[in-house]
């Protein structure tokens, strides 16, 4: 046979004198190589954590690289394995010794033990009563501060008043839509008013600093959770790290409630599809639910059923935001229902269930969270930032000083009641939805409920965004098209707000012209907002 063939081969490029030396080496490598064997097999008779690897069925490609814990001796030539998933589901499984490898990986001892102290943190879907009453507290005292920039237009009451409405209230779900949009907008910058003009981000943060000890006191021994550190004290530190990635780490979309596991519920994110064809499969998370499980109230015969709503990172797990719309335009065929339970299955034993933020992948949370932030060093930081001017370019001068001195000819002494304001705005900000790289220009007045009255377009060249240089003409075009002055130029560029600031002071000051137009941020629309306006 071919392995005969080989020896012969291999062996006739020996003389005689050298074959005794070969036959004793290939002696010593027999004994060696079953040493190691009984030394292999003794390692998985501890009965620790190995590696499952080597497998080639469809099924068994599914849990290659996944550890497992050995559970008995060897049995007709195979070990007893015990899986178990990230949704605390046990798999049993039995396989050859060829199949497994005790010999782990520092980081992959490591990952085991962040994945077993997620399945650990709770008995059930939900995230521990201290943490969900809190984080309850914190979403309810953003959307307030929400409903107040917006002169209280969604729910007239005080802070206790809203803090008691249902969750599903109207107030309370407009509020929500718009809390990602100005997470951290400063009030004054964009048109709005506040209380000690801070972003809703920042005076959120400071009232859980200001009344830290009790929350530690109430909050943080409820939740009695190890990373908050002994007595819960750093349970308001973790909370303020979880929020500053709360605006660029959320999951906001449509999902598929698919099931209720004991460490979360799995959901698939729907991509794609029309209302009258089935819908593209998308990434398939684990998530806890606040107070409730997500999904509870759901019948199990009517899942999988489709919902709208927003997970958020918290500590080494995602989190639903409380809020939820079931979406009932895609009904549940036999063939949809079995693509998503085949795709979850796939998930869960491929592991690709994600279950937490991108900096909790990272290792955020191995570390303890840092000392707060003073709001005057916050403060600080902004006046340090404000004070350095931007230098234009010599084009951009020389068109800024074209609008400064229209602006002169024009007697502009200022803002005023009832002038008229500017607000430049892409169509869209995603790619896909304003694949033209379209700007809309609409001029709008005070006393016309702020109702579009003159609409132009510009396109600029690349993403992400429009520039100073093709800004610019495009505002001195627009302002001589309506011969006059706005009492605001809203942008929704926030990176261009103060270099435009400054271009036009420095062409005012080359003209010896010392009034200053006003140029304030537009935020743009949470995918939140635009998905409420579009219901």
Partial sequence: ????????????HFHLAE????????????????????????????????EIMGLTSERG????????????????????????????????????AQNINPFLKPEQEAKEKSRLDFINYSSDAKVREGHGRLLDQVLMTLRYAVNVMNGCSFYEGDWNSFMRLPRSH????????????????????????????????????????DYEDNAINYFGKMAAYEKDGKGGKLIIRNFVRAMESWD?????????????????????????????????????????????QVGEQVPKSQMPILTRTTFLPL??????????????????????????????EKAIREETLIYCGES?????????????????????????????????????LSVAEKIMKFAKEKKYQGRKEGQAVLVVRKIDFSKEENPNKAVGMNWLY????????????????????????????????????????????????????????????????????????????YPPPSAEEEAYHSM
């Fill in 315 to 344: 500590y080494d797990m995602l989190v639903y935001d409380g809020l939820m719309i079931m979406d009932n335009r895609f009904p549940m065929t036999p063939s949809l229902k079995e693509r998503i339970n085949k795709h979850v």
């Fill in 1 to 12: 046979d071919l392995g005969e063939n080989v020896s012969h081969n291999v062996l006739s």
């Fill in 446 to 521: 005070p006393d016309r409920n702020y109702s579009g009255y003159d609409m132009d377009y510009f396109f600029f060249k690349k993403w992400p965004g429009y520039t100073l240089d093709e800004l610019l003409p495009e505002l001195l075009k627009k302002l001589k098209k309506m011969n006059e002055i706005p009492g605001l130029f809203w942008i929704c560029e926030k990176s261009l707000v103060k270099p435009l600031k400054d271009t036009l002071k420095a062409a005012g000051d080359k003209l010896g012209y010392k009034e200053t137009l006003i140029v304030e941020w």
């Fill in 248 to 292: 660029t780490e959320r999951i906001f979309g449509e999902f598929w409630i698919a099931r209720i596991c004991k460490s979360g519920t799995v959901v698939v994110q729907k991509k794609g599809g029309s209302e009258f064809g089935e819908p593209e499969l998308g990434d398939v998370f684990l998530v806890k639910g606040i107070g409730s």
């Fill in 61 to 96: 490609k599914q849990i290659n690289g996944r550890l497992a814990v050995v559970t008995g001796p060897i049995n007709n030539g195979r070990y007893p394995l015990k899986i178990q998933h990230l949704t605390g589901e046990i798999e049993r499984v039995s396989l050859k």
């Fill in 170 to 209: 109207q107030g309370v779900m407009m509020s929500n839509t718009q809390v990602f949009s100005l997470y951290r907008v400063k009030p004054s910058s964009a048109g709005y008013k506040l209380s000690g003009d801070q972003p809703i981000l920042d005076s959120t943060v400071q009232s859980l600093i």
């Fill in 19 to 50: 074959l005794d030396t070969v036959r004793q080496a290939s002696k010593f490598m027999e004994s060696a190589c079953n040493t190691r064997k009984e030394f292999i097999h003794g390692k998985l008779n501890e009965r620790k954590s190995v």
């Fill in 360 to 396: 909790a992948r990272k290792g955020l949370w191995n570390e303890e969270p840092p000392e707060h932030e003073t709001s005057d060093s916050r403060k600080a930081k902004e006046e340090e930032e404000e004070a350095i001017p931007y230098e234009p370019t010599p084009s951009q």
